[in-house]
């Protein structure tokens, strides 16, 4: 028992401070949520987009080449951000939370992951409008479906 007891210390642990993090999180998302239906937010978030993130996630959202397939450093390249690819299968807060401190920040234990923080180069607002802009381009039945998902989750 006393061998297993570091273990159930740290299972805890863990536990308390996830449960403090998606008990915090409520709050948080209802402040980064993506208006992809505001025309001047997409506007502006098209000129970040292009600035910022096409050079690896393409000029029209399609990603890099292959992938779903890891690089030779255990990274997986861009992935879309059209219907094809999982950015909509996350929340609004995840995502801004991937933009802003980097996709490293909020990643599983062994997986490697490329894309930058923009914490120092965009604004909480530029980062908003990219997202806008992301969003404004899924199909309507994807926008509905996403913003359902955020709905639940605020509702938790």
């Known amino acids: 028992m006393s061998r297993n007891l ?3 210390i740290a299972i805890v642990a863990v536990i308390g401070l996830l449960s403090v993090y ?12 993506i208006n992809y239906k505001d025309r001047e937010a997409v506007r502006a978030g098209r000129v970040l987009y ?3 993130c096409a050079s690896c996630h393409g000029k029209r959202l399609e990603g890099e080449p292959n992938w779903r397939s ?6 997986l390249p861009a992935p879309p951000h059209t219907e094809e690819g999982h950015t909509w299968h996350h ?12 996709g490293q920040s909020d990643s599983s234990i062994g997986f490697v992951s490329n ?4 914490e120092e180069i965009l ?5 908003h409008d990219i997202l806008a802009f992301i969003k404004g ?3 309507a039945n994807i926008q509905a479906g996403h913003d359902a998902m955020n709905k639940r989750i605020m509702e938790q």
């Open 137 to 139: 381009n899924w199909p």
């Open 91 to 102: 929340p609004d807060f995840a995502l801004f939370q991937t933009v802003k401190y980097g």
């Open 115 to 118: 894309m930058p923080a923009y």
């Open 70 to 75: 890891r690089n030779a450093d255990g990274s």
């Open 22 to 33: 998606f008990n915090s999180l409520s709050d948080q998302e209802e402040q980064f949520t």
């Open 50 to 52: 292009a600035d910022n």
């Open 123 to 127: 604004t909480d607002k530029e980062i």
């Open 6 to 8: 570091p273990v159930l």
